[in-house]
């Protein structure tokens, strides 16, 4: 069942034996006096049995504040359970004795696994979300700022022959009757044994032929599989092993691949799984995607994704920003219903990265702006004619060249000027290809070359974006980094490190609140500046 923090202070209350030497402004001064405002006992209800059943649980005020405080010193389980033991600012800050002798790191793991799932998965940031609102800060302010940044995983990434043994030993583990199959089929290498195999690593000859017994015993033992449907964790680590197992090889020289002989690929794929401990994880790590408010430095959306895929690059979570944003503004419009004091609408400010067409074209359907640079256009000959230099009628759907050939856009968005170019004097600005130019027309050209054209007409939109953007870059750099030290992530998997990167911009927010004089006055949350 819940539990709940004493009302009366303990004889060795560390608040009130040495809350003087806690710096006032700081976090642990403030959490001191306002966490249970903050982080009400009611809003961790729904996590615990009816009162009377099973013993109380650490008090939900106590764990908001720990976690806060953890996602905001990046600070491993052990480490905080310690601090909380020993640190007399952390027992200040959740209201514990000088000689409490704390909890075991374990009890976090609990807390964490509980509050992910719950209905509300995100309630320490949702917390702070709401006093962000109640203190106005963002009111009036109508311009998001958004970047990402490179995160790098918890686990080590993992050779070719490491990985194969591994996934052969977990089917070994989590398919029912595989045991036996390994035993029968896989012949190169004794997976019981532990480590890795014994050959001489220096020698190439006795690696590739390793690479291709392993490769052999992984493709016969998902073989025997083929047809079975088995039930989770099976399904995933048959898969695992099959992934694994085309990933990173190719035929040896010579080779077709029929012959069982193989080698480690001289490329490596751009999504290549990097460790069977953590499947989620690539060789580029995760990104952390965050949309803030320039002038506040207050972030109001975030996003951690795998670090590859084009449903993870920065404009398709960009485009998730705006969604959100979109419904927050109806959502507020309708709150206020006929109070408004904006019109709702938004400057999103990005980098090239953010200049897709599909994102313009999401930031022009919310009714926002954008303020994104435009990719550079590239011209197929050096010094010669862009994209921009032909003429776009849309709604003749043709396309003219600057020699005035006009050609119709085909319905897959294609101009081809063909037989066209063979004599024409502009030939050699214009393309090198012996069956002339073609031109593939985005499906938002229209909004590209729009966007282009005001980039390079107007300096009030550049200097608009180099006035506002560049301060994205430093709600990067706290969410990112930690005294000079640059964060690795502690958890495995996209879910855990998104909830993670939940509680980190929730503590980042609540400190910066905290330096612009946050207070509470009259049961509500104002600011001092």
């Known amino acids: 069942m819940q539990g709940f923090e004493r009302m009366d202070r303990q004889l060795a209350d560390a608040a009130a034996l040495a809350g003087h030497l806690i710096p006032a402004g700081s976090m642990f001064a403030f959490l001191a006096g306002h966490r249970a405002e903050v982080f009400p006992d009611a809003d961790y209800a729904d996590l615990f049995a009816p009162p009377g059943f099973g013993r109380p649980s650490v008090p939900a005020t106590q764990m908001a504040a720990v976690m806060t405080l953890q996602a905001l010193h990046d600070f491993s389980d052990r480490e905080t359970a310690e601090a909380v033991r020993f640190d007399v600012r952390w027992k200040a800050a959740i209201g514990a004795a000088l000689d409490d002798p704390g909890f075991d790191p374990s009890t976090l793991v609990y807390w964490r696994k509980r509050i992910a799932k719950s209905a509300r998965p995100h309630r320490v940031n949702d917390a702070v979300k709401a006093v962000v609102e109640q203190t106005g800060v963002l009111k009036g302010r109508r311009r998001r700022a958004v970047d990402s940044t490179i995160l790098a995983d918890a686990v080590a990434t993992q050779d070719t022959v490491t990985q194969l043994v591994s996934a052969i030993r977990r089917v070994a583990r989590e398919v029912p009757g595989a045991a036996e199959q390994i035993a029968a089929v896989c012949t190169g290498h004794d997976y019981s044994k532990p480590g890795k195999p014994e050959i001489d690593w220096d020698d190439p000859v006795a690696k590739d032929a390793l690479v291709s017994v392993l490769v052999n015993d992984a493709n016969a033992l998902v073989d025997v599989f083929k047809d079975a449907e088995p039930a989770e964790p099976a399904a995933s680590a048959l898969a695992l092993l099959a992934l694994i197992a085309g990933q990173d090889v190719e035929p040896a020289e010579g080779s077709d691949g029929t012959d069982g002989r193989w080698r480690i690929a001289r490329k490596v794929a751009e999504d290549r799984v990097i460790s069977t401990v953590d499947t989620e994880a690539r060789r580029d790590g995760y990104r952390a995607h965050v949309a803030a408010d320039p002038e506040t430095g207050i972030i109001t959306d975030e996003k951690l994704t795998g670090a590859a895929g084009a449903e993870n ?201 905290i330096g612009k004089g946050l207070a509470r006055r009259d049961g509500a949350w104002v600011l001092a500046t």
């Open 313 to 513: 690059s920065d404009a398709a979570v960009g485009a998730e920003f705006v969604a959100a944003a979109a419904g927050d503004a109806g959502a507020d419009a309708a709150a206020r219903h006929g109070h408004d004091d904006d019109d709702g609408q938004l400057a999103w400010y990005g980098d090239s990265a953010y200049g897709t067409g599909d994102l313009r074209a999401a930031i022009t359907a919310a009714g926002h702006r954008a303020v994104i640079k435009p990719w550079p256009l590239l011209p197929a000959v050096k010094g010669g004619f862009t994209a921009d230099d032909f003429t776009v009628d849309t709604t003749a759907r043709t396309v003219t060249c600057p020699a005035g050939i006009t050609r119709r856009v085909t319905a897959k968005n294609a101009v081809i000027f063909g037989i066209a170019c063979r004599d024409c004097p502009l030939r050699e600005r214009c393309t090198t290809s012996k069956d002339g130019r073609t031109l593939h027309l985005h499906e938002h050209d229209s909004l590209l070359r729009a966007a282009r054209g005001d980039w390079a007409a107007g300096p009030e939109l550049r200097r608009d974006y180099m006035t506002y953007r560049p301060h994205v870059e430093r709600a990067i750099a706290q969410v990112a980094t930690w005294r000079g030290r640059r964060l690795k992530l502690r958890y495995r998997g996209v879910t855990s490190n998104h909830a993670w990167l939940k509680r980190r911009t929730a503590a980042v927010n609540l400190r910066n609140l």
